[in-house]
T-cell receptor, first 113, second 114 residues
Framework: AQSVTQLDSQVPVFEEAPVELRCNYSSSVSVYLFWYVQYPNQGLQLLLKYLSGSTLVKGINGFEAEFNKSQTSFHLRKPSVHISDTAEYFCAVIRRGYQKVTFGTGTKLQVIP | EPEVTQTPSHQVTQMGQEVILRCVPISNHLYFYWYRQILGQKVEFLVSFYNNEISEKSEIFDDQFSVERPDGSNFTLKIRSTKLEDSAMYFC????????????FGPGTRLTVL
């Protein structure tokens, strides 16, 4: 079975500062990796995904993530955050060939003006 | 842009009552899912549905839960006899293909069991 660990439950950061949200996963088989964002009182929106190929993937709203197979990590980064980035971010995996998405516990990003 | 819709946005029910949560997936999608998120906890997979049958389910999805696609557009989650611990946000999702296909999530239904 696969699992996802997001060590940081909350990350405060000043506006225009860079941010990294950490995600580690474990799986005995190949997985696809995702980051979702959840704004207050809304559903989950896909930020980006890694399926194969280049390990650096770019998503919406200026976010990017890098897949590191040796460290089993998929950290999310943004070079300069905006107030509107305040939300909860979920890292998620799907085992290849399966349908169940396994989510991490989420990281609340609080952007401080 | 097509989107997944869910109704109602908030459902309040008494313990022991049956509830039906409704979802309209994106029209050409073939795989449908239900997830739940208990307040303050992570999003958990409940069930996936394809070709009019359950293709995968979690240990949470016991006999109190059932899913149905009663017509060509709706996808429902029924909880037969609600318990206090069923209080959560329930998300519906759909995808065109299996596995790598992005699952598009609806805005959720907040279920409160009193």
């Amino acid at each position: 079975a696969q699992s996802v660990t997001q060590l940081d439950s909350q990350v405060p950061v000043f506006e225009e500062a860079p941010v990294e949200l950490r995600c580690n996963y474990s799986s005995s088989v190949s997985v696809y990796l995702f980051w979702y964002v959840q704004y207050p009182n809304q559903g989950l929106q896909l930020l980006l995904k890694y399926l194969s190929g280049s390990t650096l993937v770019k998503g919406i709203n200026g976010f990017e993530a890098e897949f590191n197979k040796s460290q089993t990590s998929f950290h999310l980064r943004k070079p300069s955050v905006h107030i509107s980035d305040t939300a909860e971010y979920f890292c998620a995996v799907i085992r290849r060939g399966y349908q169940k998405v396994t989510f991490g516990t989420g990281t609340k990003l609080q952007v401080i003006p | 842009e097509p989107e997944v819709t869910q109704t109602p946005s908030h459902q309040v029910t008494q313990m022991g009552q049956e509830v039906i949560l409704r979802c309209v997936p994106i029209s050409n999608h073939l795989y449908f899912y239900w997830y739940r998120q208990i307040l303050g906890q992570k999003v958990e997979f409940l069930v996936s549905f394809y070709n009019n049958e359950i293709s995968e389910k979690s240990e949470i999805f016991d006999d109190q839960f059932s899913v149905e696609r009663p017509d060509g557009s709706n996808f429902t989650l029924k909880i037969r006899s609600t318990k206090l611990e069923d209080s959560a946000m329930y998300f519906c999702a759909s995808t065109l293909g299996q596995g790598a296909g992005e699952q598009f999530f609806g805005p959720g239904t907040r279920l409160t069991v009193l």
